[in-house]
């Protein structure tokens, strides 16, 4: 089955400063690959999602870069704040039907000192 | 519109015990799952359903049991509960890839 890795497992910036998280996958029929954020005592929330048809994509201070040759996707936040302080969360599926499941890595604690 | 529910909120079993996770949603999600999430192991996937009378198991399926009578619910059901199985569950349901989750279930086996 799909195995995803994600590095680092703790992540600590400044404020402002920039973050990355990065991803690999290791099952190439993979085809969707989600960001999740979650808050301490909350449920994942989807921030921004990539297919394998496109290289990256961007929303305000985040975007997903995904590199199917080389299996892996990252995940960049600019000029972070310290509401973007949580654990954040990648996956990978192969879409479609029962291939909808996700396998997501073990995610990334971020921390945004002010 | 209330998105994905799932009750209880917390739980406290013994080793032992059965017990009813129940999670419905309200947006006409053909898919549904369950996953559960320990510390430092992200989120693994128990079981999922692409519809009405159709599931399948995920990546720890041991020790649970799950049904999909109607497209709104999805209850997973733990029938002899183990300390192994203490965590937080979430279910989640999506329409195409995303997936929405509710707001999880707070688990303690003793």
Known sequence: GENVEQHPSTLSVQEGDSAVIKCTYSDSASNY??????????????????????????????????????????????????EDSAVYFCAASKGGGSNYKLTFGKGTLLTVNP | NAGVTQTPKFQVLKTGQSMTLQCAQDMNHEYMSWYRQDPGMGLRLIHYSVGAGITDQGEVP?????????????????????????????????????????????????
């Not at chain 1, 496109?54 to 080389?70: F, M, P, S, W």
């Open chain 1, 33 to 82: 690959f989600p960001w999740y954020k979650q808050e301490l005592g909350k449920r994942p929330q989807l921030i921004i999602d990539i297919r394998s048809n496109v290289g990256e994509k961007k929303d305000q201070r985040i975007a997903v870069t995904l590199n199917k040759t080389a299996k892996h996707f990252s995940l960049h936040i600019t000029e972070t704040q310290p």
């Open chain 2, 62 to 110: 041991n020790g649970y049991n799950v049904s999909r009578s109607t497209t709104e619910d999805f209850p997973l059901r733990l029938l002899s509960a183990a300390p192994s199985q203490t965590s937080v569950y979430f279910c989640a349901s999506s329409y195409l890839d995303e997936q929405y989750f509710g707001p999880g279930t707070r688990l303690t086996v003793t």
